[in-house]
């Protein structure tokens, strides 16, 4: 077997994926991208992702890019893990697919709009453009809070990769101010996912890389901005 490799950088949704590299219980490298050098938009990067965005994972011989996909592969991969529930028709198949696309592409960029409005209006317009980020994640917090009332987790008394996803999407905007007790469940299953040994080793992986980030001069926390 290949070496496995994991690019990622400190508190992005890399998080997601070592989460669940952590679940299948693979022997994997962290690479820590420097984001403060631009070193994801560099030609030696974008040879493994030409997007330029981490998380991009080295395994089997393949690099892959994007959680959604990432996790299926695991999931397929290591079936016995059951990263994701089984599924037994295509309209299943879909409805997984569609849960795990509402992280990637309903969540996420909500999350970058309430933690670095700063990046997409400039500084005079970040208040206004977090607060709309802010308004438009509380419609999808009470989504999953009502789901939540249902089992401890996403897919009920079964852990899953997306329990994962929707772990550092709470996360990170818990850590902007984002009113998160409004949604006592989620809270609570915010630290049920910090009780789990994965989510321990991969924050440990974070820390690590943090470390290294600090050593070179290269660790970035973007100022909060107030709504
Ligand atoms: N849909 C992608 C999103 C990847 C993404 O946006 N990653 C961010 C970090 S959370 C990134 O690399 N941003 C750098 C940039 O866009 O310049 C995925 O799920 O993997």
């Not at 679940?23 to 938009?41: C, D, P, Y």
């Not at 030409?50 to 592969?73: F, S, W």
């Not at 980020?133 to 419609?139: K, L, P, T, V």
């Not at 970035?220 to 107030?226: A, K, L, M, Q």
């Amino acid at each position: 077997m290949t070496e496995t490799i994991l690019y990622s950088a400190p508190g992005t949704c890399g998080r997601v994926s070592a989460i669940v590299l952590e679940e299948a219980g693979l022997t994997f490298e962290t690479r820590v991208i420097r984001f403060l050098k631009g070193e994801h938009k560099s030609p030696a990067f974008k040879e493994k992702n030409p997007k330029g965005k981490v998380p991009a994972l080295e395994i089997d011989g393949a690099v892959l890019t994007e959680n959604v996909a990432i996790i299926r592969y695991l999931a397929a991969r290591f079936p016995e893990k059951a990263l994701l529930p089984k599924t037994s028709t295509l309209a299943e198949d879909a409805e997984i697919t569609a849960d795990l696309c509402f992280c990637s592409a309903t969540l996420h960029p909500l999350v970058t709009r309430i933690r670095i409005p700063q990046f997409f209006a400039g500084p005079e317009n970040a208040s206004v453009v977090k607060k709309m980020g802010c308004d438009a994640m509380r419609e999808y917090f009470q989504l999953v809070e009502d789901r939540l009332a249902e089992g401890p987790w996403w897919y009920g008394d079964a852990w899953s990769a997306m329990d994962a996803y929707l772990y550092w999407v709470f996360w990170r905007v818990e850590g902007a101010d984002f009113p998160v007790k409004d949604y006592p469940r989620f809270c609570d299953h915010a630290r049920r996912m910090e009780q789990r040994p994965s989510v321990q080793r991969a924050l440990e992986r974070e820390d690590r890389m943090t470390a290294q980030l600090e050593s070179e001069g290269l660790a970035f926390t973007p100022p909060r901005v107030s709504t």
